[in-house]
């Protein structure tokens, strides 16, 4: 049987996800949810792993959802529907909230469901040939569960424009939208991921997992006293950590920190 996902971990602990259904466009469908949902839990358990990079095989990073999976689930009962939607959900909340770092590498197309996991990821870059689109509206469907995770990205104004029109847009474009981070040529992608992965691996492992936490804290909360209190206990409890404590150290005696040796 074929794999679905291609995996490798380089010496340095990233993990290189691969979609594996070119075929297909990296379209998914329930046994590739399924096994994302699996990979998600297995690295969120590994200490080893510093970060994580999501694409797809051949020309598309994610065509979305696999038709003849959503025929499928257009006959069964409404509660059976809301629990498939709800595995699809879960996992794209266990890629958001990973406590490493997550990089989309957009090497093609990304549609529909492929959007939601890029928004979800931390980082996204994008090739030349990358293009995205939400064409849910055209099938008489709507981009419901991916939906937090793209308003997140783009804001409510670019929302509306990409849900109610599915308007496929460039890379360039979804650089203007906020949907990812850089657009860059082909031929520069894996040089512009290892200048980022460079700059990830010289971080506290534990600060960036807090740092994360701290933007899911902050992040749509009015300044009150509550976030001012919140805010106040995890730097100090940043301070008083053995890995803060160890990069203050370092800076002051102008030596690396133990996680960059």
């Known amino acids: 049987m074929k794999n679905l996902l291609l995996k490798n971990v380089d010496e340095r602990g990233v993990f290189y996800l691969t979609l594996n259904r070119p075929e297909i466009m990296n379209a998914f469908d329930d046994a590739l949810i399924a096994e994302l949902d ?29 038709f003849h999976w959503m025929r499928r689930m257009s006959k069964l009962t409404r509660e059976k529907n809301i629990q498939d939607a709800m595995v699809f959900s879960n996992m794209l909340r266990k890629l958001h909230t990973l406590r490493i770092p997550t990089i989309a590498k957009v090497n093609g197309a990304a549609y529909g469901g492929g959007v939601g996991l890029v928004a979800a990821c931390d980082i996204a870059i994008g090739g030349e040939n990358a293009k995205f689109c939400l064409s849910e509206v055209r099938l008489g ?64 492992k534990k600060a960036q997992a807090m740092s994360k936490d701290l933007i899911f804290a902050v992040e749509g909360k009015e300044i ?27 800076f002051l005696n102008k030596r690396a920190p133990n996680w960059q040796e």
């Open 38 to 66: 699996k990979t998600f839990s297995e690295i969120e358990k590994n200490d080893k792993i510093r970060a994580l990079i999501l694409t797809g095989k051949g020309k598309a990073f994610s065509a979305g959802a696999d």
């Open 141 to 204: 469907l709507i981009p419901a569960v991916i939906s937090p995770y793209v308003i997140r990205s783009v804001g409510s104004r670019n929302a509306r424009y990409l849900f109610l029109t599915a308007t496929p847009i460039s890379g360039t474009k979804a650089v203007s939208m906020g949907l990812i981070n850089e657009s860059v040529q082909d031929k520069e992608m894996d040089e512009y991921l290892e200048k980022i992965l460079s700059s990830i691996l010289k971080g506290g």
């Open 224 to 250: 009150d006293a509550n976030v001012l209190r919140d805010t106040a206990i995890r730097i100090a409890d940043a301070r008083a950590d053995i890995e803060g404590k160890e990069g203050v150290e370092a």
